[in-house]
């Protein structure tokens, strides 16, 4: 039997969680957390995921506006926005939608964020404090994978985790996440020999690495929880993770669906890094 791990549940219970915060915060300081979101350009899939950003951050009751440059928009024009968020005293999280248009570079823009409004956790001031264990904020998606296990109750400490997939925004800060918990863990990636293998002798897997249907049954262990952040097309247009979910399902402890699985965690928890920096902020 596999328990399948319902991540709009958990996104609802975070949500929910978050809006008392934000209530309170409110009462507190008499203004509510602001999310700042920059969006560059007409990227379609970006406004889509700008748009829901937007309407998740009101229902919890945020502050905050989306702030929308032309796509001819230059690195200069960008960082100009970004210093005077920075100085914003009602701004609590900054976050500059990926991919810019070409007319800008990403690094020095995201570079110039204020660390205590990064709630993307990309400045690499953040990514240090995650890999020495010091307080600071943290990429949303891995958060919210790391979280579904903290809802299923998977220990940890001394298991084997396995996590395919090294990119800066989920592999490498999973790692880091998994590794601040005490598993034992493991980064597999496009040029990993003996993939199956590592597979094998996984207690969890997170597979971060962009490959349609790639992990089958055959390769994990009946005890696997199986954590899938894939979002990829399949031969039919339908979309699907890095885990091949009919093979899969029935054969291992619990599995994220997609969609349904890790997908609706990475806003949710990109709420609670606000509310996190709001507080942090205000000394809370
Ligand atoms: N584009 C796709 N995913 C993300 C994300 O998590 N953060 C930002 N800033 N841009 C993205």
Not at 14 to 21: H, K, L, N
Not at 108 to 126: C, E, R, W
Not at 128 to 150: E, H, K, Q, S, Y
Request: charged share 25%; aromatic share 2%.
């Amino acid at each position: 039997m596999t328990r399948l791990i319902d991540g709009k549940a958990v996104a609802a219970k975070v949500r929910a969680e978050v809006a008392q915060g934000v209530a309170e915060y409110r009462a507190r300081h008499g203004r509510a957390p602001g999310l700042h979101v920059v969006l560059a350009g007409e990227d379609p899939a970006s406004a889509v995921y700008v748009r829901n950003k937007e309407r998740a951050a009101a229902e919890v009751g945020m502050a905050g506006r989306v702030h929308r440059l032309p796509s001819s928009v230059g690195t200069e024009a960008l960082l100009a926005l970004v210093r005077e968020l920075n100085q914003a005293p009602e701004v609590d999280g900054i976050l500059v939608q990926l991919p810019l248009p070409p007319s800008a570079h990403a690094e020095p823009v995201l570079l110039a964020i204020d660390p205590a409004k990064d709630v993307d956790g990309f400045h690499p001031v953040n990514v240090g404090a995650l890999w020495t264990g010091a307080p600071g904020l943290v990429p949303c998606t891995p958060r919210g994978c790391l979280r579904l296990l903290d809802e299923l109750g998977v220990e940890l400490a001394g298991a084997r985790a396995l996590v395919i997939g090294r990119s800066n925004i989920v592999g490498k800060p999973m790692a880091a996440l998994l590794l601040g918990r005490s598993a034992t863990v493991t980064v597999a990636h496009s040029r990993t020999r003996g993939l199956q293998e590592l597979c094998r002798e996984a207690d969890v897997v997170v597979a971060a690495v962009g490959r349609a249907k790639l992990v089958k049954a055959s390769w994990l262990r009946e005890e696997a929880v199986v954590i899938d952040v894939g979002m990829n097309r399949d031969e039919a247009g339908k979309l699907c993770g890095d885990v091949d979910f009919e093979d899969v399902h029935g054969h291992v402890a619990a599995l994220t669906p997609v969609p349904g699985g890790v997908g609706p965690m990475t806003i949710a928890m990109l709420l609670e890094n606000t509310l996190r920096a709001a507080r942090a902020r205000a000394g809370d």
